[in-house]
């Protein structure tokens, strides 16, 4: 029996609906839980990313303050307005939007965001937090898909082998932190997507995360009997019978190895609409914390 399909646009209308429920419980005390964000230049990637985090904060509940920053803006400028926003008891969360333009140096601009607005979880205390177990925020992606796998009854991973086809600090490295914490106790592989004989890892995961965008790079001979795979790549195709003419798929091929796993997600529509939703759910609670501490 095919496995499975984990509905990620579902689980995060779920989400939202709940975090506009949490946003109107903090009325009472005049708290509107706040998302700024910083975008350097004008990249069409980013500013179409930075609309789309803009209105799912509105849409939400959530008030959006997006700072439009010209391309030639300094370090100095761009530090500015980060401490400017720290010091803003409106303000919740902070995000820098990535890529920088190359004359600015972003491992300087995440470390300025305080930890307590890092909904991002780019800052170095917010990684090696996770790393020791302790309480902070992450990355919404590996956020999203551990909220993925709780709400789909997929989360009892202890002692599981989960394997992660990506090593970056935007998905592998964080997942694997959260995954390695006590509460979970998973038992974790990293692997870069050039990893020779790819395959003898694969086949040995429980939970297989993918991340390469080398479209349907995993097979169905790479994965095992019961596998839930959680794909997060990104890859057009040309599609003459799609109006756009191009079609998104995933690093996983879907239809093959759906048929030997338990659970997989969709490209799109499993791991991807959860990024954005996670990213509010980071600022709904950081309200929230600074409301029981007013």
Same mark, same amino acid.
């Given at each position: 029996?095919?496995?499975?399909?984990?509905d990620?646009?579902?689980?995060?209308?779920?989400?939202?609906?709940?975090?506009?429920?949490?946003?109107?419980?903090?009325?009472?005390?005049?708290?509107v839980?706040?998302?700024?964000?910083?975008?350097?230049?004008?990249?069409?990637?980013?500013?179409?990313?930075?609309?789309?985090?803009?209105?799912?904060?509105?849409?939400?509940?959530?008030?959006?303050?997006?700072?439009?920053?010209?391309?030639?803006?300094?370090?100095?400028?761009?530090?500015?307005?980060?401490?400017?926003?720290?010091?803003?008891?409106?303000?919740?969360?902070?995000?820098?939007?990535?890529?920088?333009?190359?004359?600015? @140096?972003?491992?300087?601009?995440?470390?300025?965001?305080?930890?307590?607005?890092?909904?991002?979880g780019?800052?170095?205390?917010?990684?090696?937090?996770?790393?020791?177990?302790? @309480?902070?925020?992450?990355?919404?992606?590996?956020?999203?898909?551990?909220?993925?796998?709780?709400?789909?009854?997929?989360?009892?991973?202890?002692?599981?082998?989960?394997?992660?086809?990506?090593? *970056?600090?935007?998905?592998?490295?964080?997942?694997?932190?959260?995954?390695?914490?006590?509460?979970?106790?998973?038992?974790?592989?990293?692997?870069?997507?050039?990893?020779?004989?790819?395959?003898?890892?694969?086949?040995?995961?429980?939970?297989l995360?993918?991340?390469?965008?080398?479209?349907?790079?995993?097979?169905?001979?790479?994965?095992?009997?019961?596998?839930?795979?959680? *794909?997060?790549?990104?890859?057009?195709? @040309? @599609?003459?019978?799609?109006?756009?003419?191009?079609?998104?798929?995933?690093?996983?091929?879907?239809?093959?190895?759906?048929?030997?796993?338990?659970?997989i997600?969709?490209?799109?529509?499993?791991?991807?609409?959860?990024t954005?939703?996670?990213?509010?759910?980071?600022?709904?609670?950081?309200?929230?914390?600074?409301?029981?501490?007013?």
């Open positions: 029996m095919p496995g499975e399909i984990i990620g646009r579902r689980i995060s209308a779920e989400i939202r609906q709940e975090l506009a429920q949490r946003v109107a419980a903090l009325a009472p005390q005049d708290i839980p706040t998302l700024a964000g910083m975008l350097v230049g004008d990249d069409p990637g980013s500013s179409g990313y930075v609309r789309l985090k803009e209105k799912a904060a509105l849409d939400a509940g959530l008030r959006a303050e997006m700072l439009r920053l010209p391309a030639d803006t300094s370090q100095q400028e761009l530090l500015a307005t980060v401490d400017s926003l720290n010091r803003r008891s409106d303000v919740h969360g902070i995000f820098v939007q990535l890529p920088l333009p190359s004359h600015l @140096d972003e491992e300087a601009a995440l470390a300025a965001v305080s930890p307590e607005k890092d909904v991002d780019f800052h170095p205390m917010s990684v090696g937090r996770s790393w020791l177990g302790q @309480d902070a925020f992450v990355p919404a992606t590996p956020a999203g898909i551990m909220e993925m796998l709780r709400r789909s009854g997929l989360a009892e991973l202890r002692h599981r082998h989960a394997v992660i086809v990506n090593t *970056d600090n935007l998905v592998g490295k964080p997942l694997a932190a959260l995954l390695t914490r006590p509460d979970v106790g998973a038992d974790v592989t990293l692997c870069s997507g050039d990893t020779p004989n790819l395959a003898r890892f694969t086949r040995q995961a429980d939970l995360v993918v991340a390469v965008n080398m479209p349907r790079f995993i097979t169905a001979d790479m994965v095992k009997e019961g596998v839930v795979a959680v *794909d997060f790549g990104s890859n057009y195709l @040309d @599609d003459p019978s799609s109006p756009q003419g191009r079609r998104l798929v995933g690093d996983i091929d879907f239809e093959p190895v759906r048929q030997k796993a338990t659970a997600t969709p490209v799109p529509g499993g791991a991807g609409p959860m954005v939703t996670m990213l509010l759910a980071h600022t709904v609670l950081a309200a929230e914390r600074r409301a029981h501490h007013a």
